[in-house]
């Protein structure tokens, strides 16, 4: 039995990384670190309204069907016909056009509180699919890599668009992502604009056997599959040029024994994988490849298991 509905609710959606190098568009982690919060409450105003962007990014469409938050909860409000209209209040935790799917915990966070303010709440696989409504907003394309992770949590491969399916993967115990956001703007619409739309058949077998054996790896604790997996021969040779000292900051990140490195998301924040032992110090050469070239930037090493998109008030 669920719970009474609310009148208002907030949640808290976190950033993630998507591709994880090798699943494009279908594979991402979540990371806890930073997020977005929405608080979505009961209106006397039909539709969904938007009362308030604040945070680290408040330039964003005030029109709902125009911002993320505000198209994912109007498709949920398409659904279930609610007796009211709903309004929402975005705090960005995540700077925009970072890779680190900003866009996808908006409308994560944004169904994740409209939901508790319904007599019949949804299921999560519903939430994904009104979230993804207003990822498309914002990237132009149905991608899940960041909605998935950001709503159910930790490593998660989503197969299907129009029935998605998800699965949650466990990664070995072992094993911390370092995350580098230098302090560049990178949008996505832009990065997927260069890619090529045709991939030839030894880079298609390639890429293929990575993503398998990086999946067979994680499902088997076997770290030195992951480690030979863990390289995207199709989408990074492609956005490499659009991010500054990419290949010296993987190289730092490699030089210290990281399992893997590449882009996360659309760029141009680099993330890596690492074991325990070598993860801070991964984190502190591929920050000091963009100190010098006098790019600043955030930087964390964190847990891939995580609880996803969760209420935090009611
Ligand atoms: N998979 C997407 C891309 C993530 O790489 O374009 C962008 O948010």
């Known amino acids: 039995m669920s719970a009474a509905a609310a009148q208002r609710a907030t949640a808290f959606a976190p950033a993630s990384v998507g591709n994880v190098g090798v699943g494009f568009d279908i594979l991402g982690f979540s ?3 930073l997020g977005d919060r929405v608080t979505a409450s009961v209106s006397a105003t039909p539709g969904v309204t938007i009362k308030a962007i604040r945070g680290v990014a408040d330039d964003l469409p005030l029109e709902a069907a125009q911002n993320t938050a505000g198209r994912a909860v109007q498709a949920l409000v398409e659904a279930a016909a609610p007796a009211f209209g ?3 209040e975005i705090e960005k935790g995540i700077p925009l056009g970072s890779g680190l ?3 996808a915990a908006s409308a994560v966070a944004g169904v994740v509180a409209a939901n508790r303010l319904l007599q019949t709440p ?3 696989l519903d939430l994904l699919k009104f979230a993804m409504q207003g990822e498309a907003v914002a990237s132009g ?6 909605i998935a992770p950001s709503l159910f949590g930790g490593l998660v491969l989503t197969v299907g668009i129009d029935h998605p399916r998800v699965k949650q993967i466990p990664v070995p115990k072992g094993v911390r992502a ?3 956001h230098p302090h560049l703007y990178l949008a996505t619409k832009e990065a997927r604009a260069v890619l090529s739309k045709t991939i030839g058949m030894s ?8 993503l398998a054996g990086f999946i067979a790896g994680c499902y088997s604790n076997d770290v030195d599959m992951i480690r030979a997996s863990f390289e995207d021969v199709l989408i990074e040779p492609q956005r490499q040029s659009m991010i500054p000292g990419f290949a010296d900051v993987k190289a730092a990140a490699m030089a210290q024994g990281a399992l893997g490195c590449s882009i996360s998301g659309a760029g141009p924040t680099i993330f890596a994988w690492a074991l325990a032992e070598q993860a801070q110090s991964a984190l502190a050469a591929m920050e000091a490849q963009f100190a010098s070239r006098q790019i600043g930037v955030d930087g964390w090493v964190v847990d891939i298991e995580s609880a996803g998109a969760r209420l935090v008030e009611i």
Do not use: M, P, R, Y
Request: negative net charge; proline residues 0%.
């Open 31 to 33: 990371v806890d670190v």
């Open 86 to 88: 709903i309004e929402l």
């Open 101 to 103: 799917g900003g866009s």
């Open 122 to 124: 949804f299921s999560k």
């Open 141 to 146: 394309s149905l991608h899940v890599d960041n």
């Open 178 to 180: 370092v995350v580098v």
């Open 203 to 210: 880079d298609f077998v390639w890429q293929t056997a990575n």
